[in-house]
């Protein structure tokens, strides 16, 4: 997110890397992605971007990593934590 940062982008989107075909568990993926999104905002409390997560809805198991990704982002990143 320093990229983009430094180029001044406010909205940025990341795939679920590695849960897929590499398979990396997903709950240690969600992890992993929430975890450098989360230092990056508290280290730049004054930098506003909006971040999504892109998971496949049409994959067998899609459903599954927008749940557990939901559950680990309420536990990590409070609404009331979240940049608007």
């Known amino acids: 997110m320093a990229i983009c940062q430094g180029n001044g982008i406010r ?3 990341f795939p679920l890397i590695s ?3 590499f398979g990396c568990p997903v709950k240690d993926a969600w992890e992993q992605a ?3 999104c989360k230092n990056f ?3 730049n409390p004054d930098y506003k971007i909006r971040i999504l997560f892109a998971i496949p809805a049409k ?3 899609g459903r599954k990593k927008f749940d557990v990704g939901n559950e680990i982002l309420a536990r990590e990143l ?3 934590d979240a940049h608007p």
């Open 34 to 36: 929430i975890y450098a």
């Open 19 to 21: 849960a897929g075909i």
């Open 59 to 61: 994959s067998a198991d």
């Open 78 to 80: 409070p609404a009331s």
């Open 41 to 43: 905002m508290n280290a």
């Open 11 to 13: 909205s940025v989107v």
